[in-house]
């Protein structure tokens, strides 16, 4: 089992950045693969990116060109830099773990709390 820790979430206008961090701590967990998710109120979770063990990286059509994924697996720490953020970004964020890739969706075994992000227009 994993442990997962999210950070860097806040409040910021429209067009401005953030860049959220989830320190992963467990056996192996650089070999898992890892995504982030977002679930506004009323809404359902959804995926936002997500990547492997080696880099390969996917994202959700929304968040595209916006959104970097990316993980330090010295750190064991995946990050998610946004940008251009818009309203409807607004969501609590979630990063989340598993052995088996199940890209965008959400299967994943191991989840973080989540750290919320708003963005103001």
């Known amino acids: 089992q994993v442990q997962l820790m999210e950070s860097g979430g806040g409040s910021v206008q429209s067009g401005g950045s953030l860049r959220l961090s989830c320190a992963a701590s467990?056996?192996?967990?650089?070999?898992?693969?890892m995504g982030w998710f977002r679930q506004a109120p009323g809404k359902e979770r959804e995926g936002v990116a997500a990547i492997g063990a080696y880099g390969q990286t996917v994202y959700a059509n929304s968040v595209k060109g916006r959104f970097t994924i990316s993980r330090d697996n010295a750190k064991n720490t995946l990050y998610l830099q946004m940008t251009s953020l818009k309203s409807e970004d607004t969501a609590m964020y979630y990063c989340?773990?598993?052995?088996?890739?199940?890209?965008?969706?959400?299967?994943?075994?191991?989840w973080g709390q989540g750290t919320q992000v708003t963005v103001s227009s």
């Open positions: 467990g056996y192996g967990v650089s070999s898992y693969y």
């Open positions: 989340a773990a598993d052995r088996v890739n199940y890209l965008l969706h959400p299967s994943y075994n191991s």
